[in-house]
């Protein structure tokens, strides 16, 4: 309770100690926050200590709230209307976020049922933080299955393949590719990677020859590990039989994020230059069916290029989310 005017505190205490609460009288804002770093359900303050007091710091501490929590508070205001005050409330609302407003002279059945929803808000809060909590720990320990089974998978291929040949080489490159997008994954607590990340690490041993263009994009954790495996085609075939083949080849990567439907289009485009003239091969192997299905959700069929420029090749797919994993 934060109302140092008048008697709100003696009168706000009173009714909600009657209906149940343990409440606590705070000076001034800076009380009020230290107050609220300890634990609160909800405040109760009145107009006068927010307009004449110093607001700083309550707004920090609203904003640096954890992603499951958004603190109600219940704001006493005068009896009357004007544009002045209406502006105020508009502010406050703007600022502090789950605000409600309870105009003096206050029933107090309306105190107390005000109350009891903010209550029940901060309740339900805290039922969504425990779900959060549970829900990242489930994810951490799929995520350390998931690299166990990338382990046995290894061993499996050792066992199976042999010490030598092409097929082992290009099996233990795909299966790395893989597992350098699962730590991406990991690290983002199993929501999503950024897609410059995954282009850069794919291309990191070719240095200047490779220009990447592109705006920071998060790719959906169902998308992130099929585009890391073409990411990792794709730098193959340049370095085995394409531009990167060539002291003077080079490599640019771009892509650009599009809005079609309210859904987010990624248009992937890969483009080699500089190196021999590009042909289409003969047979499709498991390289092109990767190029092909490695993600879902496309926009169009990805489109090969072959021509005596160079190869290239684009990719037009909802894989992105628009905003950062969430921190926790």
Not at 12 to 32: F, S
Not at 181 to 198: C, F, P, T
Not at 226 to 243: D, S, W
Not at 310 to 324: D, K, M, Q
Request: proline share 5%.
């Amino acid at each position: 309770m934060l109302a140092p005017v008048g008697r709100d505190a003696e009168v706000g205490t009173r009714l909600l100690q009657e209906a149940g609460w343990v409440t606590l009288t705070c000076p001034n804002v800076a009380g009020l926050c230290e107050e609220l770093t300890k634990g609160s359900a909800f405040a109760v303050v009145a107009e006068e200590a927010l307009a004449n007091g110093n607001l700083l710091q309550l707004v920090s501490w609203i904003k640096n709230q954890p992603a499951w929590s958004d603190f109600p508070i219940l704001i006493l205001t005068r009896h009357g209307d004007s544009p002045d005050r209406n502006a105020f409330a508009r502010r406050l609302q703007d600022i502090l976020g789950n605000v409600s407003f309870l105009e003096r002279p206050f029933h107090p059945t309306t105190l107390a049922s005000m109350a009891r929803s903010a209550l029940r808000s901060r309740r339900r809060q805290y039922q969504a933080r425990e779900l959060l909590e549970r829900y990242e720990l489930l994810a951490r320990e799929l995520q350390h299955r998931t690299k166990n089974l990338l382990a046995i998978i290894q061993s499996i291929g050792n066992a199976s393949l042999g010490e030598h040949g092409e097929g082992r080489e290009v099996f233990f490159a795909r299966l790395h590719a893989l597992a350098k997008a699962q730590d991406l994954l990991m690290e983002g607590d199993g929501q999503g990677a950024l897609m410059k990340v995954l282009v850069e690490q794919a291309l990191e041993s070719f240095g200047a020859r490779v220009v990447v263009e592109g705006p920071n994009i998060y790719l959906k954790a169902s998308a992130a590990q099929g585009f890391a495996l073409i990411m990792h085609e794709l730098a193959t075939n340049a370095a085995k039989h394409g531009a990167l083949t060539s002291h003077s080849g080079r490599i640019t990567v771009r892509w650009t994020l599009e809005h079609k439907n309210t859904e987010p289009i990624v248009c992937f485009q890969w483009q080699e230059r500089g190196g021999p003239p590009a042909a289409a091969p003969q047979r499709k192997g498991f390289g092109s069916l990767l190029l092909q299905h490695a993600v879902a959700n496309l926009d169009s069929p990805p489109r090969f290029d072959y021509t005596s420029d160079g190869f290239s090749y684009e990719l037009r797919a909802a894989l992105a989310v628009t905003t950062p994993p969430r921190e926790v």
